[in-house]
């Protein structure tokens, strides 16, 4: 018997939440209830897992549980790129082991396929836009990442556009950057509304709770989880809930929960528009990873994201948010210096469950408990491929692909509290220290 020792608690700030098409949140569960399949967790991975579980299965009844609303938690907090490449922040050219990036790529194709299939299919308003992303730097250590990524792509055999000078205010409307690296293929999206009409069409077989926060977890032939209002039982469960399935005995002392914090204007009236200039919506990635990632939307809002927190409960606190929001205004200010004072309408923090070995679990963790876990900030293609792919496998399929997730190492283990929390957060505010004009 495991007792959740902490549960799912965001900030209320999350501009893609709140600007995203209104839904009706699905009752929490009530009473005792048991199935065959049951999925802890409904962001992108366990919208997917329930989602191919139930068409495999179209005679059993799949029940998704969500501690929160859809699209409030981590996968409606992302910045919106739907990656295509290997992004490997522990590689010195974010594409690494090229066997294993060209899996990786493959996974990633894969997640988008789906993705386009659905919007598509069910007509989910998410402003979904084949722009690609921008790799953006200004300091020469993000010019010298640039460079060494550009060569990865090359090995890889990836196309992508360089950017330098004048062309670079062109594309993007600002000065700020010396040079960026273009590639094709990433999607940019609103995330929350993504994750919302995900749910709302799902196969008629899922049954969705939302608000039902699991404070306990029991094992044997089959596994009991309790909640305030009752208790599920499943005859297979499916973990898809990242860090917090450590929180649940499994994975413990190898899961990451890191923080990162965005906050996003107004919209741009025509005149400010016309003041910035450049594309009329874009992404940016950093070449250093402390640095900002960026967006110009579909409505004309523009985001920032920067800062970062390692929370070992999961949870908001205000104290970084607070101090994220500080950080938000200075690099705005030097990014648009033509829009200067420009107020935030929402600035919120969200977690990503990231592994000091940059590895993700896929596979069984008893038998009858399996799991989809660590995206390590890939959350909408990773999580939408291995929740699909763990369900095919469950279902009794192996491809390439399963085999590949299959033969991971899984998260490595990290060190022993105080010392994790203590060198994590020195870890990240001397990356952010260090990444200057980047952060």
Sequence with gaps: MYKNT?????????????????????????????????????????????RQLALRYPDDQVILIEAQQVGYGASGRNSGFAIDLPHDIGAADYIGHLPTARKN??????????????????????QLRPDGKYQAAVEPKGLAVLEAYRS??????????????????????????????WTPGTLLLQPAAL????????????TLFENTVITQLEQGQRT?????????????????NNAFASHFGFL????????????????????????????????IIPADPFGSTLRRTSDQRLLVRN????????????????????????????????????????????????????????????????AALCCNGLGITRGTATGTLLADWLAGERNELIDFLLKSEGPNRNPPEPFLSIGVNTNLLWGQMRAGKES
Excluded at 330 to 358: I, K, Q, V
């Design 307 to 370: 800062s970062f927190s390692f929370n070992a409960d999961g949870r908001a606190h205000q104290r970084y948010l607070d101090r994220a929001q500080r950080q938000h205004r200075a690099s705005f200010e030097r990014r648009f210096p033509m829009l200067s004072g420009m107020a935030f309408d929402y600035t919120w923090g969200g977690s990503m469950c990231l592994s000091r070995n940059h590895l993700s679990h896929f596979g069984s963790l008893t038998p009858n408990i399996h």
């Design 152 to 181: 990865g792509l090359d090995k890889l055999g990836q196309p992508y556009e360089v950017i330098e000078g004048r062309a670079v205010q062109d594309h993007l409307g600002i000065d700020f950057y010396r040079k960026a690296l």
């Design 224 to 240: 009991t989880l309790k909640h305030a209002g009752g208790e599920l039982t499943a005859d297979q469960l499916l973990l898809t």
């Design 6 to 50: 902490s549960t799912p608690a965001d900030d209320n700030g999350c501009g893609w939440f709140h600007l995203s098409p209104a839904r009706s949140p699905r009752p929490a569960h009530q009473g005792r209830a048991h199935a065959r399949w049951v999925v802890l967790g409904a962001g992108f991975t366990g919208l997917a897992a329930a």
């Design 252 to 283: 413990t002392g190898r899961l990451l929960p890191i923080f990162t914090y965005a906050s996003m204007t107004r919209p741009l009236s025509e005149e400010e528009q016309e003041r910035l200039g450049g594309k009329a919506t874009w992404g």
């Design 105 to 126: 790529l493959e996974l990633n194709l894969y997640a988008q396929a789906i993705i386009k299939r659905l919007v598509a299919e069910h007509g989910i308003d998410c």
């Design 195 to 206: 994750a919302k009409g995900l749910a709302e069409n799902l196969p008629a077989n899922v």
